[in-house]
């Protein structure tokens, strides 16, 4: 099944699901070397997000967030493509400059149709989410 968002980055990628329900800062969140999550008190501390489609409500803090994405691609350790609720500026340019699909706005709540290891396709040049295992949150209940 297909959920329609609006296209942030251009690309296409496929991958498992991991999933952060709160926003993330990429300065000192993230290892730019390892992939793996540091931040303090943040629910995957210790997870990496090398290869991932990564799900995150939005980026916080420091505009060099931009460049600790583009630096984890460059250490192949990126994530594979990238889902926000709403993208803000941070996560977007760190997105193009690193040529990673980012999707945002998605049609329905990706915390409510998603989970971790789900494998999903994320088609950043038409918007767009393709997953085997999506349904309508309604049909879930």
């Known amino acids: 099944m297909m959920v329609a ?3 942030v980055s251009k690309g296409v990628a496929s ?7 709160t926003p993330i800062s990429f300065l000192g969140g993230i290892d730019p070397k390892t992939g793996i999550i540091m931040e303090k008190d943040h629910p995957k501390k210790g997870v990496s997000i090398a290869d991932r ?4 409500p939005h980026g916080k803090g420091s505009t060099v967030g931009s460049y600790v994405i583009y630096s984890l691609k460059k250490n192949n350790v990126a994530p594979c493509a990238m889902i926000n609720l709403a993208a803000e500026t941070i996560v977007a340019v760190g997105a193009i400059i690193s040529d990673i699909p980012l999707v945002d706005r998605l049609e329905q709540d ?4 998603f989970h971790d290891g789900d494998p999903v396709e994320v088609d950043g040049t038409r918007g767009v989410v393709w997953g085997s295992d999506i349904v309508s949150v309604d049909m879930r209940r």
């Open 5 to 7: 968002g609006h296209a």
């Open 15 to 21: 991958g498992k699901v991991l999933i952060s329900e």
């Open 53 to 56: 489609v990564f799900i995150f």
């Open 110 to 113: 990706p915390f409510a149709i």
